[in-house]
């Protein structure tokens, strides 16, 4: 099993263009998750799928927009980059729905830079 | 509402000394508490987590953590530290009533010959 996987692994944008972070994941989890990694400010969440076809908000969504494709896959999407959003993404599996006791499961990152 | 602190962005330890990394909670509804660790270059993975059960909780590569619901505490220790610990290690909270993990600022721990 791969796990939890995510593309690309390094990306350079400029500000104000886009892109979209891919995760996928090969365990069967109902949920899924964002977050960013930035120094001194551990894991902050942006969004989540708590099961296919529902998304919430995070505690930073802002200037983000996800998509839960199917059951394995769950994108990010930014759609107009700014230097703020330089940062580690993961993305992080449980077996859900009601996650409480879940132990998450994380994809290898993306490191990001805004220029 | 839930929250987490970490004492301590940064501990240092000989290699064979007590490793004690700090973590306290606050939650309004009985907590579950998580501590994760991450490698260099990689992504999160589970120490070990507390769910209720048992106070005092093992978890994988000799690290343990014990529950002190007096002390809102939930502190990871390790009796001999090795040089393959040095890592940042994370320490979060969540509940039965939520899905989503609060992680602290994590610690860094760095391990000396």
């Known amino acids: 099993n791969a796990g939890v996987t995510q593309t690309p692994k390094f990306q350079v944008l400029k500000t104000g263009q886009s892109m979209t972070l891919q995760c996928a994941q090969d365990?069967?989890?109902?949920?899924m998750y964002w977050y960013r990694q930035d120094p001194g400010m551990g894991l902050r969440l942006i969004y989540y799928?708590?099961?296919?076809?529902?998304?919430d908000k995070g505690e930073v969504p802002n200037g983000y927009n996800v998509s839960r494709l199917n059951k394995r896959e769950f994108s990010l999407r930014l759609e107009s980059a700014a230097p703020s959003q330089t940062s580690v993404y993961f993305c992080?599996?449980?077996?859900?729905?009601?996650?409480?006791?879940?132990?998450?499961?994380f994809g290898p990152g993306t490191r990001l830079t805004v220029l | 509402a839930q929250s987490v602190t970490q004492l301590g962005s940064h501990v240092s330890v000989s290699e064979g000394a007590l490793v004690l990394l700090r973590c306290n909670y606050s939650s309004s509804v009985p907590p579950y508490l998580f501590w994760y660790v991450q490698y260099p270059n990689q992504g999160l993975q589970l120490l070990l987590k507390y769910t209720s059960a048992a106070t005092l909780v093992k978890g994988i590569n000799g690290f343990e953590a014990e529950f002190k619901k007096s002390e809102t505490s939930f502190h990871l220790t390790k009796p001999s530290a090795h040089m393959s610990d040095a890592a940042e290690y994370f320490c979060a909270v969540s509940s039965w009533t939520s899905d989503k993990l609060i992680f602290g600022t994590g610690t860094r721990l760095q391990v000396f010959p």
């Open positions: 992080a599996s449980s077996e859900g729905p009601s996650g409480g006791t879940d132990t998450q499961y």
């Open positions: 799928s708590a099961s296919e076809g529902t998304t």
């Open positions: 365990m069967n989890h109902n949920s």
